[in-house]
């Protein structure tokens, strides 16, 4: 069992930057691909980036290329979304999640974390 903890998110004006934390335990941290996804009010949730076991591949959605980073540190079993460039329409929950196949359907996840805020003011 897998147990994850976002941390990093609050309210940040138009233009800025965030970096968010997902904290894993409880598994072998690098046999994960991990992802991250938000879900905005009143919309389903999305698919933002992923990053493979090791590191190697990452995966990003449309709308956030050149904007956001995914990365991993496996010595601390961490991932990290860097945002950067922030807009309103990036206001949403943001959740990490793990799972055995690096995939951006939030389905090949089996390990969600509780969410992060992340609030972008115009």
């Known amino acids: 069992q897998v147990q994850l903890v976002e941390s990093g998110g609050g309210l940040v004006q138009a233009g800025g930057s965030l970096r968010l934390s997902c904290a894993a335990s409880?598994?072998?941290?690098?046999?994960?691909?991990m992802g991250w996804f938000r879900q905005a009010p009143g919309k389903e949730r999305e698919f933002v980036a992923a990053?493979?076991?090791?590191?190697?591949?990452?995966y990003y959605a449309d709308s956030v290329k050149g904007r956001f980073t995914i990365s991993r540190d496996n010595a601390k079993n961490t991932v990290f979304l860097q945002l950067n460039s922030l807009k309103p329409e990036d206001t949403a929950v943001y959740y990490c999640?793990?799972?055995?196949?690096?995939?951006?359907?939030?389905?090949?996840?089996?390990?969600w974390g509780q969410g992060t805020q992340v609030t972008v003011s115009s």
């Open positions: 999640a793990a799972g055995r196949i690096l995939r951006t359907g939030e389905n090949a996840y089996n390990y």
């Open positions: 409880g598994g072998t941290f690098s046999s994960y691909a």
């Open positions: 990053i493979s076991g090791y590191g190697g591949r990452t």
